[in-house]
Nanobody, 115 residues
Framework: QLQASGGGLVQTGGSLRLSCAAS????????MGWYRQAPGKQRELVAR???????YYADSVKGRFTISRDNAKNTVSLQMNSLKPEDSAMYYC???????????WGQGTLVTVSS
């Protein structure tokens, strides 16, 4: 239902853009988010965007990451700039449960930032 892409290896200070394509949900009314999980750590919320376009960012990424959505293409993106080694993690696209629909997680895309 959620297909994430765009991860890769980048040097400190570099940029990456993650994308998540949604299918099988009414995307335009769905809140969307990006989470990440580093080895040995708990999964954490990175950013989310409401169906109305309101955004929230974790303090650790504020000012460096930008979440956006394209309702015409059923995609949510995460532009990541000024990347740091501590941003290295598996990044997951997520949409919370809505009405009778359950929540969904994407399969994850790996981001590695080298120092």
């Amino acid at each position: 239902q959620l297909q994430a892409s765009g991860g890769g290896l980048v040097q400190t200070g570099g940029s990456l853009r993650l994308s998540c394509a949604a299918s099988g949900i009414i995307f335009s009314i769905s809140n969307m988010g990006w989470y990440r999980q580093a080895p040995g750590k708990q999964r954490e919320l990175v950013a989310r965007i409401s169906s109305g376009g309101f955004t929230y960012y974790a303090d650790s990424v504020k000012g460096r990451f930008t979440i956006s959505r394209d309702n015409a293409k059923n995609t949510v993106s995460l532009q990541m700039n000024s990347l740091k080694p501590e941003d290295s993690a598996m990044y997951y696209c997520h949409t919370p449960a809505l009405g009778a629909r359950s929540e969904y997680w994407g399969q994850g895309t790996l981001v590695t930032v080298s120092s």
